[in-house]
T-cell receptor
Framework: GAVVSQHPSRVICKSGTSVKIECRSL??????MFWYRQFPKKSLMLMAT?????????EQGVEKDKFLINHASLTLSTLTVTSAHPEDSSFYIC?????????????FGPGTRLTVL | GIQVEQSPPDLILQEGANSTLRCNFS?????LQWFHQNPWGQLINLFY???GTKQNGRLSATTVATERYSLLYISSSQTTDSGVYFC????????????FGRGTSLIVHP
């Protein structure tokens, strides 16, 4: 089946540094990818929709200058948390739909746990 | 946007017990899916079920679209069923981007 990978799986960084998280679709092309954030014992919150070849679409309340998204190719989207602070610590998950119109083709990455000290 | 409510928020079972998880949604949907998030965080697709009934082994799901709810049944639960179960929906005629419920946290004791 289709696989979506994320790298790194876990990262610990100092406050003020920037962290880049990669999301790759391994065996299909994804013109769209989604980035979610999940707090402990909470639901997944959609942060932004990453679009290949164009700007990302951010959800209300998500700072686009804080969370930079680049969809450089049909198989890679990156999320960069700039000048990270402890409140940015969270579990970040990406997903990619093989078929734009259907939820059952959503494939989720394994997530990246970010801890900002 | 569409609202998704899941119940119960927490559930503790003894191995072998059966359970029913519920997902209510506030608008017509054309997409609905159940996920299991394992203790390591990986989301696993269980069912794509905007309407009707499906079964896969010990799990089954039913969505009554006209009444805006879906049920996930777990029979003969096992410790490996532990984790969080999410319902995600997309409203008819709107964006296909799913909205997730808050999940049901399930712990199955041996």
């Amino acid at each position: 089946g289709a696989v979506v990978s994320q790298h790194p799986s876990r990262v610990i960084c100092k406050s003020g540094t920037s962290v880049k998280i990669e999301c790759r679709s391994l065996d299909f092309q994804a013109t769209t990818m989604f980035w979610y954030r999940q707090f402990p014992k909470k639901s997944l919150m959609l942060m932004a929709t990453s679009n290949e070849g164009s700007k990302a679409t951010y959800e209300q309340g998500v700072e686009k200058d804080k969370f930079l998204i680049n969809h450089a190719s049909l198989t890679l989207s990156t999320l960069t948390v700039t000048s990270a602070h402890p409140e940015d610590s969270s579990f970040y998950i990406c997903s990619a739909p093989r078929d734009r119109g259907r939820l059952d083709t959503q494939y989720f990455g394994p997530g990246t746990r970010l801890t900002v000290l | 946007g569409i609202q998704v409510e899941q119940s119960p928020p927490d559930l503790i079972l003894q191995e072998g017990a059966n359970s029913t998880l519920r997902c209510n949604f506030s608008d017509s949907v054309n997409n609905l899916q159940w996920f299991h998030q394992n203790p390591w965080g990986q989301l696993i697709n269980l069912f794509y079920i905007p309407s009707g009934t499906k079964q896969n082994g010990r799990l089954s799901a039913t969505t009554v679209a006209t009444e805006r709810y879906s049920l996930l049944y777990i029979s003969s639960s096992q410790t490996t069923d532990s984790g969080v179960y999410f319902c995600a929906v997309a409203a008819s005629g709107g964006s296909y981007i799913p909205t997730f419920g808050r999940g049901t946290s399930l712990i199955v004791h041996p």
